[in-house]
């Protein structure tokens, strides 16, 4: 992952540069003495020196992901995956050559060029950075970064030089998806507690709300979803339309018997009488 990254700023900056035939090196090395003193051409480089969290970013939640094109299987159960985490990249950017003024002239035309992009634009991605879920976004010069450069310098046993940050964040997603039941009946019962007790107490109950999920398919092909079917329990009120995978809920009713309704785009409405809680969660029709 982070390999594809570094080779992304590398196609960036050739081409925005741009850098022909090879006259210009762009390393990924450690800027140490012993490394400096065998460059033998112009060099860019980017030294990455940390890898952390974004916690301004962070979203550790799960989040529904679309159909995974197992047909009917898609209808009875959602997909859930949990959201990625979001990591900066900070790199340190020097420019290496013989002459100050060539060096300088090296580090103004990379600054320009990272300048330009900072969101890295798509044409460039390389390898996994083409499927990241978000824009990788850049921060270049950042005021709050490498603030005593004379410390890493002296840790890497080499000459001070002028240093500029360069992060990039970037999504690692170690998650997998999984599928969970499609929920057909939800019932909420409330009422009072005793306290150190189980169970609601006799006589302080409410009449218990269930809210109903079912699927409209079509009639000739029933692993195909109908979408923006209007559906609705007749005499309560009660409106929705389907979703993307047919999908509707309906609530929040009492215990009983009802008529379920959906209206084609063409033909007379159908109706199907339910009982609410069903024992076996059918409240599915086909059109």
Known sequence: MIADLDETIRQLLIAEIPIRNGEIDIKFDQPK????????????NFFLYDVRENVILRRHQWEKIGADGNGGAALRAARLKRTPFRVDCHYMMTTWATEPEDEHRLLSAS????FRHPVLPEERLVGGMRNQPYELQVRLASHD???????VWGALDNEIRPSI???????????????IPFARTVTLRTGQMAPGQEGLLPGAANEPLTTISGTIVDKSRPDEPRPGVQVAIKGTGHFATTDAQGRFRLGSLLDGEYTLVAWPQTG????KKIVVPAPNGDYDLAL
């Open 165 to 179: 940050s360069y992060i990039v964040t970037l999504a690692l997603d170690p998650w997998v998806d999984i599928s």
């Open 33 to 44: 003495r012993e490394w400096s003193a065998r460059l033998t051409r112009p060099t860019i």
């Open 145 to 151: 970064k490498l603030t005593n450069p004379a410390e």
């Open 111 to 114: 600054l320009m060029a990272l």
């Open 268 to 271: 007379p409405p159908l109706e």
